[in-house]
């Protein structure tokens, strides 16, 4: 257990808490001290094999083979993403994580997209334990009692003992879950707080006497910023494994004593943390990334490589399939067009809305933009573009919805900009304001050159949804319990038949979508201000957004470029900011404010 840490620290600046990075001089190990290395991995999505830009499976297991006191553990959102996984439900990732090695395992939100229940399947199959310390089945109490275990739907608490050193594990799953994965596939579960489950955790494995506390979690570094919150309210743990923001923390962050390590995302990373144990006592924890050129040191294990290919070559003459052609490249989601996607009309939006409204014949089509998951490109298409675009294998559903459903409907979807639920739309247009208040933001809903009104509850119509959001995903809770008319296929079989029956080469942005800001925009300060030492920072993305401005982010630069008004910002000085996805990037009050001529 912690014990004594590192001497010095080096504070970033410009993020929100203070953070130490790991990248410190912890003092020297003496001698009979022991080292366990924690190999991770987090959000890989289904990229397990290698590619030009993922690491794969195959080189993960060598890089932990070659590790002495190695322990290999993933933080989640893996076994579901590409075809390469979503074609059987998980099963091949569960396989291809058992030949590898892995120890420990957290699922993300998006290993519950199959539901809970297949979930519980994969866990059958795996060699390795399932972690989710804070999930319960619904008839248990809110908080965690004396009898905590019971109603546990995976594990809660490992103990693994490595060259006379004990660590022990927890899990922590996204307490928000429910809104971020189909909400039917875990009815009957409640996720618990992970900070006051985390706590319990502790105290735990601390009467258990363990030497080591790791927590692996699915929580994330922006956002709500759970994994930070954990780390600041449980100062015992050790360190934490994290996933869900895909950050690249290349020398890991500290919360206070806590390390919080992460590997970026989609298989480009390797993350290593060195623990070293003396006597029971916690010397020093480190963290550092592995990437996809330094993999090449390492040999790929030949098991692991003649799985993959098996797999794939039985996935090849199905997914390989030409099923359509494309004329044009319609992008989807990246971290380069993501803040379109979910912000604005986009030509593959408009593409998939259209393919549902027709194939269901019905009135209107709403696609959530987190359903979107790549691109198409020019050429022919194969089954499984069709299907790494369209990931979930959702299902079309019909609703009878009224005028006023409507508005309420497209309220929530535009209620915050650059989250999944961004409504593309087919069959109606519409017109918002992304500076008013949430709830506020739809000026105007137009059918067939007609007005709708907001409070006409008479006027209906057929909309073709997902079986998402029919009930409730995203937060579309409007849609929960409206008259179901009829059911179809999956979207990628629409997808797939529409555009072999029509000419897609004229898609583009027509105007469906339109954010006409109001003249008086949001003050600085309504924009999720955060204070360090008593200065104000704010979230560049957000801030940026709010004032109708695109943000890019260059991952090979590291440079952030805002566009507003036909008019470039870039923001390289790494004193203004946390280097990092937009999503963390945080600029002091002024800075922000000069920024935007505010």
Do not use: C
């Not at 005028?403 to 409907?409: F, G, I, K, N, P």
């Amino acid at each position: 257990m912690k014990r004594v840490r590192f001497v010095t620290a080096v504070f970033v600046a410009a993020i929100f808490v203070v953070f130490v990075t790991s990248a410190v001089f912890a003092a020297e190990a003496p001698e009979g001290s022991t080292t366990i290395t924690i190999v991770h991995t987090n959000d890989m999505h289904g990229r397990l094999f290698q590619s030009s830009s993922a690491i794969g499976l195959d080189t993960v297991a060598a890089i932990r083979e070659a590790t002495p006191n190695s322990i290999l553990v993933d933080a989640g959102d893996t076994i579901h993403g590409l075809p390469f996984v979503t074609f059987n439900q998980g099963v091949n990732a569960i396989r291809l994580m058992n030949a590898a090695g892995y120890n420990f395992f957290t699922a993300g939100n998006h290993d519950f997209n199959f539901g809970a229940a297949r979930l519980v399947e994969l866990e059958g199959y795996a060699e390795f334990e399932f972690l989710a310390t804070n999930l319960r089945r619904e008839l248990e109490p809110s908080i965690i009692t004396s009898e905590w275990t019971a109603g546990s739907v995976f594990g809660n608490l490992a103990i693994k003992e490595i060259d006379g050193v004990t660590v022990g594990f927890f899990g922590l799953v996204y307490p928000n879950t429910p809104s971020v994965t189909g909400p039917a596939g875990v009815v009957g579960l409640r996720f618990l707080n992970p900070v006051e489950t985390a706590r319990i955790a502790v105290e735990m494995l601390q009467a258990a006497d363990v030497d080591v506390i790791v927590a692996i979690s699915h929580l994330g570094l922006d956002g709500d910023g759970w994994a930070m919150e954990v780390a600041r309210e449980n100062p015992a743990i050790d360190v934490i494994i994290d996933g869900h923001s895909h950050s690249v923390l290349e020398a890991g962050y500290r919360v206070n004593d806590v390390l919080i390590a992460q590997a970026g995302g989609h298989g480009a990373f390797v993350g290593m943390v060195e623990i070293v144990v003396y006597e029971g006592e916690v010397l020093s924890t480190t963290a550092s990334l592995i990437d996809r050129a330094a993999s090449e040191a390492f040999t790929p294990v030949a098991e692991v490589t003649v799985l993959i290919e098996e797999m794939q070559d039985a996935l090849g003459e199905v997914l390989n399939e030409v099923v359509a052609y494309s004329p044009i490249t319609l992008f989807g989601d990246d971290p380069e067009h993501r803040p379109a996607l979910r912000s604005s009309e986009v030509p593959i939006g408009n593409l998939i809305a259209d393919a549902k409204r027709w194939a269901m014949d019905a009135d209107l089509a709403i696609v959530n933009s987190g359903g979107i998951r790549y691109h198409i490109h020019a050429g022919d298409v194969t089954k499984g573009d069709i299907i790494t675009v369209l990931a979930f294998f959702n299902y079309a559903v019909v609703v009878e919805i009224t005028a006023a459903q409507l508005w309420e409907a497209m309220e929530i979807g535009v209620s915050a900009l650059g989250h999944g639920r961004f409504p593309q739309v087919s069959g109606f247009s519409y017109v918002f304001d992304s500076n008013a208040d949430a709830g506020n933001r739809i000026t105007s809903i137009t059918v067939n050159g007609t007005n709708l009104n907001r409070n006409d509850t008479t006027t209906t119509f057929s909309l073709v949804i997902n079986d998402f959001t029919a009930v409730g995903g995203d937060d579309f809770t409007t849609f929960v319990g409206l008259p179901v008319l009829r059911e179809g296929g999956t979207i990628d079989e629409l997808l797939i038949e529409y555009m072999a029956t029509f000419d897609i080469s004229n898609t583009r942005i027509e105007g469906r979508i339109i954010n006409a800001p109001a003249e008086e925009t949001r003050p600085l300060d309504e924009i999720n201000r955060r204070y360090v030492n008593g200065v104000p920072f704010v979230p560049i993305r957000a801030t940026a957004e709010a004032y109708g401005a695109i943000v890019q982010w260059d991952e090979t630069t590291r440079i952030v470029t805002i566009i507003l008004n036909n008019n470039t910002i870039t923001i390289d000085d790494p004193n203004q900011f946390l280097d990092g996805e937009i999503s963390r990037v945080f600029v002091t009050y002024e800075y922000a404010a000069e920024l935007f001529n505010r």
